[in-house]
């Protein structure tokens, strides 16, 4: 997040809600799924289980920052220009 630092305050304040949130529900669920809970009885376990939340939050932020851009790119254009290029982007990507 500091590498790439937001344009706005707010966008800021967005991207770092948003990486929480991604880290907190993301990570519960993957130590969930994983059964990987039991971690926390060892200081070790504890700081894997602390990786796993901040893996989980960096997908959160690379979402965010992608429709940021997408959003500031496209500011001057009306909402069927925007639905036009999110299909046209839809379609390269499924049919190469």
Same mark, same amino acid.
């Given at each position: ?19 929480? +949130?991604?880290? #907190?529900? $993301?990570? !519960?669920? /993957?130590?969930?799924? =994983? ?19 901040? +893996?989980?939050? #960096?997908? $959160?932020? !690379?979402? /965010?920052?992608?429709? =940021? ?28």
């Amino acid at each position: 997040m500091v590498m790439t630092l937001p344009r706005a305050r707010g966008e800021w304040a967005v991207a770092l809600i948003s990486t929480v +949130i991604a880290s #907190l529900g $993301g990570g !519960a669920t /993957v130590i969930q799924y =994983f059964g990987v809970a039991h971690w926390i009885g060892s200081s070790n376990g504890a700081m894997a289980l602390g990786g796993i939340y901040f +893996i989980c939050g #960096l997908p $959160g932020w !690379a979402f /965010v920052r992608w429709v =940021f851009n997408f959003i500031n790119k496209r500011r001057d254009a009306d909402l069927a220009e925007v639905v036009d290029d999110v299909r046209e982007s839809l379609h390269k990507a499924n049919h190469g």
